[in-house]
């Protein structure tokens, strides 16, 4: 007879504009420091946008010696010093015995952009004669993977899922399933992203989806109030080390949440915008539920997407709405991004963290910048202050353009 095998967080490590450790982000998240400042290491002229959240105190030379830092793209050493981290955190030990166990799923939504305009400059100058020989594993959003695996010796399964700002949560999910289904017993899990470059800010400034806040960087980051206009980009990883129960509980492992549930969905509408029902988050977050065995009723709290654009806050509160009923007002909301902005493809996993350590804690952190209520957004955001709450069951929403959405479900345990 077949045992159902479950998955544990016994491992966290993180890097944010906020914090690059889990309880410094905790400590300020909780505390309602915002990480956003106006971008220096950048040329913003003639953009909308010249603010963001950029990791602070992030030197690559404590991390990794210069030849290694130098064929490792910013976001691909995001990973590797996250996942050191996060392997510290949970005691585990990656041995002969135990390393083919042992996988990777990182989730990145942009990869080596940086490396992508250093290196069109050279070719454009100097010639393809030039072109650095790193380019190809610097830029593929893989190599996050990857290189966490050869550094890890971790030989299991291995893969990069690309899905826009929901890559980290869909990371998660897949490898809540690699381990629930017996292919491995303990995976890395997360996403990582270092996209805050010239071309990448333009980019999102010119499509009009960034904050254009400039004069006020630390309140321009406002989910779900009536004055948001736009996201504020931000950079940084966050990874997991999930474990499957029994093992991580033999081996007297401390315990953050266990993941429960996992849902996914398409919009299939438009290539940036949300459709304009939230059916696809609604699919996405009653899939979390069901697959969770879990009853509306039950979930305490959702770590929201809560991207202070227009369009999502409206549409994702419209979702919970409609999932869940009467208790969508019962519920407490809040949006990590007031405070380190849009991580993009490492949101997911931040985020999952600081679900974790909301039910680990009993501490919801808050929703800064939330002023002006909005009517088409009347839910319980925790505004401004962190709220001291028992939590049992909480969900962490992911959706990205393409008409992505992901839902992970964590339990107390």
């Known amino acids: 007879m077949n045992v159902e095998r479950r998955v544990v967080i016994t491992g966290m490590g993180l890097i944010t504009p906020i914090g690059n450790d889990v309880e410094t982000f905790w400590t300020n998240l909780c505390a309602g420091r915002s990480g956003a400042s106006t971008i220096t290491h950048i040329d913003t002229d003639g953009l909308s946008s010249k603010i963001g959240a950029v990791v602070r105190d ?72 030039r072109i650095s020989p790193f380019l190809i594993p610097k830029i593929i959003t893989n190599m996050a993977a990857g290189m966490v695996a050869i550094e890890m010796g971790a030989r299991g399964p291995n893969s990069c899922i690309v899905t826009a700002c ?50 006020e960087p630390e309140r321009a980051s406002r989910p779900f109030d009536r004055e948001r206009d736009g996201f504020l980009m931000g950079e940084g990883a966050g990874i997991l080390f999930l474990e499957e129960y029994e093992k991580a509980r033999k081996r007297g492992a401390r315990i953050y949440a ?19 029902d939230g059916d696809g988050g609604v699919r996405s977050l009653r899939a979390a ?5 879990i009853n509306p009723e039950e979930v305490d709290y959702i770590n929201a997407h809560g991207t202070s654009t227009v369009l999502n806050d409206k549409l994702e509160t419209l979702g919970i709405k409609t999932a869940f ?9 809040s949006s990590n991004k007031s405070m380190i902005g849009h991580l993009l493809g490492a949101a997911g996993g931040v985020e999952a963290i600081a679900t974790a350590l909301t039910i680990v804690r009993g501490v919801i952190p808050p929703t800064i910048n939330y002023e002006y209520p909005d009517p088409e957004c009347d839910l319980d955001y925790v505004p ?30």
């Open 289 to 293: 539920l069901r697959s969770g065995g």
């Open 166 to 215: 929901a890559s980290g949560s869909h990371s998660i999910g897949e490898a809540y399933h690699v381990i629930k289904r017996g292919d491995a017993d303990a995976m890395f899990a997360g996403g990582t992203e270092a996209a805050i470059t010239a071309m990448g800010l333009a980019g999102f400034s010119n499509m009009h989806a960034l904050t254009t806040r400039n004069a």
């Open 258 to 276: 266990e993941v429960v549930g996992y849902g996914m969905s398409c919009d299939a509408y438009h290539v940036t915008a949300p459709a304009p």
């Open 325 to 333: 009923g009467d208790h969508a007002y019962k519920l407490s909301i």
């Open 58 to 129: 992030y030197d690559a030379e404590q991390h990794f010696d210069k030849k290694e830092a130098r064929k490792n793209e910013r976001f691909v050493q995001f990973a590797m010093v996250s996942s050191r981290q996060a392997i510290q955190d949970s005691g585990f030990k990656i041995t002969e015995e135990n390393r083919d166990r042992v996988g990777a799923i990182i989730g990145c939504g942009i990869g080596g952009l940086q490396t992508i305009e250093e290196q069109h400059t050279v070719l454009m100058t100097k010639g393809g004669k």
């Open 384 to 413: 401004n202050t962190a709220r001291e709450k028992e939590t049992r069951v909480a969900l962490s929403n992911s959706l990205g353009f393409g008409g992505h959405n992901c839902t992970i479900a964590l339990k107390k345990i």
